[in-house]
């Protein structure tokens, strides 16, 4: 069930730059939270910005909660701002997260950019349900930006890189290193990033055989399935089903069933 | 004492004068898991349509200043769907519905409210004859809405109270020079009252890409930044009406809806409002009890037009 509380803030420290990482004290959200769930976050007392933002649990403690966010904007500029002893309003937990199926021999998290935000509390997830650490792919534009490795090698995961110019690990995109880490039918991807990176990522999945699941983004007003904003199209062809949203059928969704043809590139960022 | 809340639209009652706006509340089900809907004078529920519809393509949303642009389109699960299954959901709680509904002729509205009725599905029709983000109806860029022309809002207005003895709402669209005439056109039809504003129309484009911000081109604005234009609708329909106005636009607080009921509005719906705070329609609701008991005003409906002018 989601709840609105304001929450005291623990920390707000820089992670990399132009990103951070917030960990907020939710006892009742913590409790609830599963891996690939997100939270609407209050940014300001009054309206500018007048919607709350979408920040997907990087981890889940036993009493708080922590987000890993860019500062691309008003709403994430503000939240950057907030010091520690503050608090916030946090909507949550919403959606539908991460399935780990523990009969699956093969775990792979692919991220890209700020796309590994929710990954740790899958990679934990994962661990404890099949008493493995997975495999975890990490690309960013260099360097700098690459974000968790660390936080991975500490559980145990195997990880990879890849940035754009190839300031470490291998140059180009995450979805390069997964086709050589040939997945197989026996293999679960969990993918979360830029669209254009999902898309490869589930083409990938479709020619090896893997089951794949992706985490998308969209605009969100509500984040509880009300305005009907943040839909993508999905390969169902009936009226009624055709549009699904992101806040409550996702933002987890099966990669099969999202219609990739559909999504127009052109108005991402 | 307690203050009388209780207001009446027509025939209809409502327990507070405080409703929520069509298309920010879903059906009523998305918001039950945060406080008891019954608590709310009426539910208005998103639009429906005769058949399911997948509404526009994405992206459909885009915040800007103090407000949201919006271009849904009209995306809801079709008439059927909500006989089914969200019209039992609304009276398992005891929910007074509102039931908001957009057809593209006279006949469909009819035979949503004539189904509608049967079904004891709704405890009054608002017809949405002012949604502009449809686009096969040829409006989505042109300039007929059916609540922009005020001899096509009586025709509707007329069709509709033909078929049906259900309370008639007519809900108006602000894209017009006069707001009095179509409101005037609904309550010669024979309307029970108007719902005002619907989104005024608004675009953005992205400089970095030089595309629209939402794939429809245009969309509606809404959010704090139309209130004060709602609330000079409110008082420019009113002073002129006979039959009552639920005014809505903006409506974040208690003060902001004491504000629409001084203008004239006899109830408000909370919109956009609903998305940042899940529970504001119901905190709208206890301000207002507040209001009423601190300044000692016996009855709600003391409020409606007493603007001090
Ligand atoms: C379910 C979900 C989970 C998310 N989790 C995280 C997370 O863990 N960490 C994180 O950093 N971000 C996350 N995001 C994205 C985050 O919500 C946006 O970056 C944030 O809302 C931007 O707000 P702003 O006010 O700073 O920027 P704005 O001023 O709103 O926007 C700045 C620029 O970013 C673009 N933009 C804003 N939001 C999005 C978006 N959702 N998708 C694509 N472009 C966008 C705008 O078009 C604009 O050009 C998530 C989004 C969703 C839907
Ligand atoms: C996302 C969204 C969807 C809406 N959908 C509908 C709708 O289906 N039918 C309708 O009559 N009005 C619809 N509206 C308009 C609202 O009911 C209301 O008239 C308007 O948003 C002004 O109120 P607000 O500023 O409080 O949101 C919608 C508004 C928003 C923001
Ligand atoms: S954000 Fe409102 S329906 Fe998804």
Redesign the interface.
Known sequence: MPYVLDCEIAANDEAAPAHRRMRVCAPQIAREAQPGQFAMLQTADGYAPFLRRPMSFERVLPEAVAFLYKVEGEGTRLLAAMRPGQTISVHGPLGKGFSIDSTISRHILVAGGIGVAPLPALADAVTRACRRPPDVVIGARTKRFLLCGDVFRSMGCEVYLATDDGSVGEKGVASHVLERLAPNPDTQIYACGPMPMMRATAQIAARSGAACQVSLEAQMACGDGACLGCVVESIFENEGEKMVRVCTDGPVFDAQHIDWNAHNFAYDR | MKPNLEVRIGALRMKNPVTVAS????YGQ??A??FDIAALGAVTI?SITL?????N???????T????L?A?GL?N??LD?YLAEKAPFLRKHGATIIANIYGSQPDEYCELARRLEEAHAADAIEANLSCPNVHDAATARGPALVAQIPERVAEYSRALRAATKLPLLVKLTPNVADIREPALAAQEAGADGVSLINTLMGMAIDP??R?PRL?NVIGGLS??AIRPVALKMVWDASRVLQIPVIGMGGI?TAPDAIQFLLAGANAVAVG?M??????AALQIVRGLADYLEHHQIPDVNDLVGAIAT
Do not use: M
């Open positions: 298309g920010t509340f879903g998305e918001y898991r945060y998103k058949k399911p519809r997948a509404g393509a994405p992206p459909r949303l885009v915040e200043p103090a407000g949201i919006n849904i995306q699960v079709g769907a970095e890409t595309r794939a959010g704090p974040c956009s609903s998305f940042r705070q899940p529970d």
